[in-house]
T-cell receptor, first 114, second 113 residues
Framework: DVKVTQSSRYLVKRTGEKVFLECVQDMDHENMFWYRQDPGLGLRLIYFSYDVKMKEKGDIPEGYSVSREKKERFSLILESASTNQTSMYLC?????????????FGDGTRLSIL | GDSVTQMEGPVTLSEEAFLTINCTYTATGYPSLFWYVQYPGEGLQLLLKATKADDKGSNKGFEATYRKETTSFHLEKGSVQVSDSAVYFCALSGAGGSEKLVFGKGTKLTVNP
C-alpha cells in the first residue's frame, strides 16, 4: 500500500511566522499535491509537482510556495502566516502519467495561526 | 469549467438501511471518476473508482456506476453499518487532459445503531 506521511497532525503558529509543512511518500510517485480543506469550501488545490524541482500553481497559490528537492518529499511553505491560512492541509501523491491512477492522501495537518 | 455536484448533507440513516449519495459532473472529454471517504480526524481514502463509461467500481459493499449519458456516478450501499459514518467525496480527474482532481463538497453520513 502507498504510504503518504505528513510530518505533523496538529500545528500552532503565530501570525507572520514562516511555516513549513512536510510530506513524504514511499512509492516513488512522480506527482505530488497540496490541498487545503475548509468547511463549506471542500478541498482546493494549492500547488502540485510532477517531478523533482518542478511545480505548478493550483487554484489558490497566493501566500504559499512549495519545494521539491527529492522525489519522495514535497514541502508546503507559508512565507508569512496569516490567520486566514488556518485550515486542514492535505498532501497527496499519484503514480505515473495516467489520470485513472487515484491520488493517495496523508492524514492531514491541522494548522492554526494565532 | 469542470465541476462535481454532490447531494447536500448531512445524511442520517439507521443501521442496515440502504444508502444512495448522488453525484453528477460536468467535464470535457472522458474523465476518471472516484469516490473517497474521510473518517473523523483522518485524511481521504480511496473507496472506489471507474475509468470509462458503464464501468462499475465496488469496494467494501459500496458500488457506483459511471453513467456517461446522465453524467452521474451515484454511490450506493445495500446495508450501512455504524462504522460507515464518515464524509464521502465524489471526484473526477483527467477532464480535458488536466492533472487536477476536482472534488465535490462532500456529504456527511451518520449511521445510528
Amino acid at each position: 500500500d502507498v504510504k503518504v506521511t505528513q510530518s505533523s497532525r496538529y500545528l500552532v503558529k503565530r501570525t507572520g511566522e514562516k511555516v513549513f509543512l512536510e510530506c513524504v511518500q514511499d512509492m516513488d510517485h512522480e506527482n505530488m499535491f497540496w490541498y487545503r480543506q475548509d468547511p463549506g469550501l471542500g478541498l482546493r488545490l494549492i500547488y502540485f509537482s510532477y517531478d523533482v524541482k518542478m511545480k505548478e500553481k493550483g487554484d489558490i497559490p497566493e501566500g504559499y510556495s512549495v519545494s521539491r528537492e527529492k522525489k519522495e518529499r514535497f514541502s508546503l511553505i507559508l512565507e508569512s502566516a496569516s490567520t486566514n491560512q488556518t485550515s486542514m492541509y492535505l498532501c497527496a501523491s499519484r503514480g505515473p502519467g495516467v489520470f485513472e491512477q487515484p491520488q493517495h492522501f496523508g492524514d492531514g495537518t491541522r494548522l492554526s495561526i494565532l | 469549467g469542470d465541476s462535481v455536484t454532490q447531494m447536500e448533507g448531512p445524511v442520517t440513516l439507521s443501521e442496515e438501511a440502504f444508502l444512495t449519495i448522488n453525484c453528477t459532473y460536468t467535464a470535457t472529454g472522458y474523465p476518471s471518476l472516484f469516490w473517497y471517504v474521510q473518517y473523523p480526524g483522518e485524511g481521504l481514502q480511496l473507496l472506489l473508482k471507474a475509468t470509462k463509461a458503464d464501468d462499475k467500481g465496488s469496494n467494501k459493499g459500496f458500488e457506483a456506476t459511471y453513467r456517461k449519458e446522465t453524467t452521474s456516478f451515484h454511490l450506493e450501499k445495500g446495508s450501512v453499518q455504524v462504522s460507515d459514518s464518515a464524509v464521502y467525496f465524489c471526484a473526477l480527474s483527467g477532464a480535458g487532459g488536466s492533472e487536477k482532481l476536482v472534488f465535490g463538497k462532500g456529504t456527511k453520513l451518520t449511521v445510528n445503531p
